[in-house]
């Protein structure tokens, strides 16, 4: 182990620490997460376990940054091709240890001078002021070679960071080669490393694969490069839980729960009102202003936005979905959706792509749009699809209509004007218009244009037949109540209720009959 790296040459060999190259290895199976899904593409609020290590790193505008693919490589190729096109995936054919991933690394940056950062691909939670102070530390002390150290509760697994007796960095211990005594530090390695290019090369030439697993360590270079003399430093990480890695599901979910829980509280310190944290889980991805309010059980996703003053929840998951200033969005589910001022959606609605709400807009009760845009102050109430469709402004949708978009083979589109009034259960069958202050009567199918200010009337005429029940239904409770009902009209019926038109129910605009009636607001 004690190869000595020449020391003559350690003069000519000063970084220059401008020039950063970081690599970031993430060829490892992750067995433990018995997935299909290679671990560093596991998703945790908003990114990979790949995608935050790289968010970590950025600060550090690295010249070159260097991601160590192996299993699951071609899926991990296409992720960085998405996430991270500047980043230059490196192929470990086999996974022969993190020195080796790091020497195959190396020989694609040929050119790389000055400092290099290695980071563990499983380490979700570091934070970039983290990485930079390691950075910052390393370089201001000439170091050869800077571990990020911290002090864990539960060190099992990790590697040992061994002091000497001056309270140096002697050598990392894999938990494995271990003895009793160096099992019992808690201090560990984070998998968080700064080098010197030139004197890490030279290191990396010098690994042996003499140990518990047969690998090249990486670790293996600080008792290396201690024992050449150089200078290897120590830097410790202020939280430790940054460092925590992942290598199951059950540590995923923890650090999910430690992430979520910084999140949160960075918007409650932005003034915020998370109502319970313990239940909110938003995306690091995702931007809320001051003084919204996100009640409890709600998932904000993605490039989701929440403007000031603006109520989420509860029960409510939003994805990719932008909500204006004072909008409300109650029990409800949206992906891809934009949400204008002071709108209102929910209780119980669905906003699918493209579904975007003008300024007071109302998307009610068991409603799912879809391609629609809905203008200024127009309403969907209850109970609707509204799907591929232009709603002018301050139009009222009767409840419980179906905006027929799909004819089997493609979608068809429909318009409604401003200031219209369609009736109650009520199917537009696209393409079809409906102008300006029109306004069609309940239970109307609407397959061709209306103009503006028109009624339009598309349902049977009811027919009543009189004295039915009794004829075809004596005997039943049916029956008697038309009996009794007919006794009572004969004994006290007023001339004013027997001249009354036929009643269509209370809610619905009911076509010429009794067209005054408002529709369902
Ligand atoms: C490593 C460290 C250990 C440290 C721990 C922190 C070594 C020898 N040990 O151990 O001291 O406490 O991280 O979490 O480095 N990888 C490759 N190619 C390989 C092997 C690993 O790319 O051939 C990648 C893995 O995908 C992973 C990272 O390197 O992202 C660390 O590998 P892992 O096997 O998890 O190392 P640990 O045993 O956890
Ligand atoms: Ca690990």
């Not at 309010?293 to 994805?319: C, E, K, R, S, W």
């Not at 799912?368 to 301050?394: F, M, N, Q, R």
Request: proline share 5%; with cysteine.
């Amino acid at each position: 182990m004690a190869a000595r790296l020449s020391p003559s040459r350690r003069e000519p060999l000063v970084s220059q620490p401008r020039l950063r190259t970081v690599v970031v290895l993430a060829a490892g199976e992750g067995k433990r997460m018995k997935s299909a899904l290679p671990k560093v593409l596991h998703p945790l609020l908003g990114r990979t376990l790949l995608g935050h290590v790289l968010a970590a790193a950025e600060p550090l505008r690295a010249d070159r940054t260097v991601v160590v693919v192996g299993h699951g490589a071609e899926q991990v190729r296409a992720h960085l091709a998405e996430i991270a096109s500047e980043t230059t995936p490196v192929l470990q054919e086999r996974q022969l240890g993190t020195g080796h991933a790091v020497r195959i690394a190396l020989d694609a940056v040929a050119e790389a001078t000055g400092t290099v950062v290695v980071i563990n691909g499983d380490v979700p939670l570091l934070r970039p002021e983290t990485v930079a102070a390691l950075v910052e530390a390393h370089e201001s002390a000439g170091a050869a070679a800077t571990v990020l150290a911290a002090e864990v509760p539960d060190p099992t697994g990790l590697g040992r960071i061994v002091r000497d007796a001056a309270g140096r960095l002697a050598q990392i211990v894999e938990e494995r080669d271990a003895t009793a005594e160096q099992r019992g530090l808690r201090e560990i390695n984070a998998g968080i490393y700064a080098f010197d290019v030139v004197r890490l090369r030279e290191a990396l030439g010098k690994l042996s694969t003499d140990n518990d697993q047969g690998e090249e360590y990486l670790t293996d270079v600080f008792g290396l490069l201690r024992d050449a003399g150089e200078p290897v430093a120590v830097h410790c990480a202020p939280d430790h839980v940054e460092t925590l890695g992942c290598n199951d599901r059950v540590e995923l979910a923890g650090l999910r729960r430690l992430l979520r829980d910084r999140v949160n509280e960075g918007w409650m310190r932005t003034g915020v009102s998370i109502l319970d944290p313990h239940t909110t889980w938003i995306d690091v991805t995702v931007t809320v202003e001051r003084d919204a309010v996100i009640d409890q059980n709600t998932q904000l996703q993605g490039a989701t936005v929440v403007g000031t003053g603006a109520l989420v929840g509860p029960d409510t998951t939003l994805v990719d979905t932008t909500v204006g200033a004072g909008a409300s969005v109650v029990r409800s589910h949206a992906v891809g959706a934009e949400v204008g001022p002071q709108a209102s959606v929910g209780p119980y609605a669905y906003l699918r792509p493209q579904s975007r709400l003008a300024r007071k807009a109302k998307v009610g009760t068991f409603v799912e749009t879809k391609k629609a845009t809905i203008g200024e102050g127009s309403k969907v109430p209850h109970l609707s699809y509204v799907g591929d469709a232009t709603i002018g402004e301050h139009s009222n949708i009767g409840a419980a209509s179906v905006f027929v978009n799909y004819d089997g083979v493609r979608k068809h589109h429909t318009t409604i004007g401003s200031h219209a009034r369609t009736g109650a259960d009520n199917m537009f069958v696209a393409p079809v218009r409906v102008g300006d202050g029109a306004y069609t009567a309940a239970g109307s199918v609407i397959v061709s244009d209306v103009p503006p200010g028109a009624m339009a009337v598309a349902r049977g005429q009811q027919r009543n037949v009189e004295g039915w029940v009794l004829r075809k239904r004596a005997g039943t409770a049916a029956a008697e109540a038309a009996q009794r009902a007919r006794e009572d009209a004969s004994g006290t019926a007023s001339p004013a209720r027997e001249g009354e038109p036929i009643h269509e129910g209370p809610e619905t605009v009911g076509g010429p009959v009794n067209a005054g009636d408002t529709a369902t607001e």
